[in-house]
């Protein structure tokens, strides 16, 4: 079987990588390190001492991408004590701004998220005066045949892509444009990742794409052999009932009760889909190009708590987008309460340079308006998070530990099924154990618990 662990082998030349974005950039990371390893270099946690720099960025929003200009002003001084150190900027990033990486004389290499398989011969490539770039996006590239390194601490839960790219053209979204065309993995290799990962002792796997929903792979022989997302979740949820299985993200116009109901088929597919909505109003849905009205979101709401009434739901919002009136608004606050989302990610509109959006729509709410109503959407989460979590005590959940309490040693964390964090005491237990808690009491985050 493969090492799917870093190599900390000091006589090797040694790579440092940071990462930055969504969880597909996470496991992009742990591709690029199996490729790394692969041609002989190990990885060090210690930037001082690298050999080689790598920042794993992300376009979504600009202050994403300010923050990683900032960590290059800060590689200046890596490169002021060690003129050799190669400082590589990867990811979507790289890919938005290709060679205007350059212009800034710290950065040696600019790799786009499909040209990982390149990065050995453009580091031996990097001199002085001749930077290494290459953002060619594929129609095909999958790293279905790499099996990822993982970097994760706890050796519990994994990421899987299943899927790259994305065929949505949400007007707001840089995405399409950094990741370039979707493409479905074989489906056969996906489950030999997780019966590898199954194998080295991780309890939960978790199925990654932009829209999972419209993962299909076609068999080359009969379309009867195609695969789609459902039954790609029961192919992996069959691996073993100890091995849990996730997925992310769901896409509101594209979820079938087919997948619905398979989750309600298998204990071990987790209670918990999120879906994000990003507004409740249609007509900034409309604008946005998301492809389903309110009512319609609503509806699969409906039908996944009708299906499972105990699956957690969490969501994606975006305030201020192009128009938005205050009525708009009025109405992203309405569809939460009525969803009763257990959390969500929430943002302020940041217009993407090249989007639809940026090319047909002024970015027209005034930045302190965004940030009114965005605060206003944080704090009605925050009452429906503690809601939904009030509703929680007194149930008994089947956790997954995934390690010691941050705050006290005598307690572990881990999720419940829905997603939703417990903390309870350890009383013997390790990280890795299955362990049945009853809740007790609850923030607005986390839900305190004890042993049954
Ligand atoms: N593929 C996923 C989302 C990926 S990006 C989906 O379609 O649901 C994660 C989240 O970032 C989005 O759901 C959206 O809420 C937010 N986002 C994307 N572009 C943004 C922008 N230009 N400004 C603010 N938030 C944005
Ligand atoms: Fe972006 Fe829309 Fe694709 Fe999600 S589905 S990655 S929001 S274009
Ligand atoms: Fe992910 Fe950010 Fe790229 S969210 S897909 S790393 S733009």
Redesign the pocket.
């Known amino acids: 079987m493969k090492n799917i662990r870093p190599i900390t082998d000091e006589s090797r030349p040694k790579v440092y990588i940071e990462t930055y974005g ?1 969880q597909m950039n996470v496991n992009d990371s742990e591709v690029i390190l199996s490729i790394l390893q692969d041609h002989g270099y190990a990885l060090t946690e210690d930037i001082s001492r690298a050999d080689v720099i790598l920042a794993n960025t992300c376009s ?2 600009d202050n994403a991408e300010q923050r990683i200009w900032g960590r290059i002003d800060q590689f200046r001084l890596q490169k002021e004590r060690r003129k050799d150190v190669i400082i590589g900027i990867v990811g979507c990033m790289a890919e938005r701004l290709k060679d205007k990486l350059l212009d800034s004389h710290i950065v040696d290499l600019v790799a786009g998220p499909d040209s990982y398989r390149s990065l050995p011969d453009m580091i031996a490539a990097v001199t002085p005066d001749s930077p290494q770039m290459n953002v060619l996006l594929s129609r095909e590239e999958t790293y279905a045949d790499i099996t990822p390194v993982r970097m994760d601490r706890n050796g519990v839960s994994a990421y899987i892509s299943i899927m790259r790219g ?1 065929n ?1 053209v ?1 007007s ?4 399409p444009y950094t990741r370039g065309v979707e493409r479905s993995r074989d489906p056969r290799t996906i489950v030999k990742e997780a019966v590898d990962l199954y194998s080295n002792g991780y309890k939960e796997v978790n199925l990654l ?3 999972v929903d419209s993962y299909l792979w076609k068999d080359s022989e009969s379309a009867d052999r195609d695969v789609n997302f459902a039954q790609l979740l029961e192919m992996v949820a069959k691996i073993s009932p100890d091995l849990r299985v996730r997925f992310s ?3 509101p116009k594209d979820i079938s009760d087919e997948v619905i109901y398979t989750m309600a088929m298998y204990d071990n597919i987790c209670r918990h889909i ?3 909505v ?1 507004s409740g109003s249609n007509a900034m849905l409309e604008k946005m190009r ?1 492809k389903y009205t309110r009512e319609w979101y609503l509806e699969r709401v409906r039908k996944i708590r009708s299906v499972m009434p105990d699956c957690g739901l969490t969501t ?3 305030a201020g ?1 192009c128009g938005e009136t205050e009525q708009d608004h009025r109405d992203t606050l309405s569809l939460m309460e009525e969803a009763a989302f257990d959390a969500a ?8 340079p090249g ?1 639809l ?1 940026a090319r047909n729509y002024p970015d027209d709410v005034p930045p302190e308006v965004k940030t009114a109503r965005l605060n206003e959407i944080i704090a009605l989460q925050g009452r429906l998070s503690r809601q939904s979590n009030e509703k929680d005590v007194g149930k008994r959940f089947k956790v997954l530990v995934e390690g010691v309490s941050k705050k006290n040693s005598g307690e572990l964390f881990g999720r419940a099924s829905n997603n939703k964090v417990c903390v309870f005491p350890s009383g013997g237990h390790e990280t890795g154990d299955y362990v049945e808690v009853e809740v007790v009491s609850c923030t607005s985050a986390t839900l305190i618990a004890r042993l049954v």
């Open positions: 969504c979504i929003r994305c949505n949400c707001y979204c840089i995405v794409g932009q829209n993200t769901s896409h999120h879906l994000p990003q998301r994606d919002i975006i987008f990610f929430m943002f302020q509109y940041s217009e993407r989007t959006a």
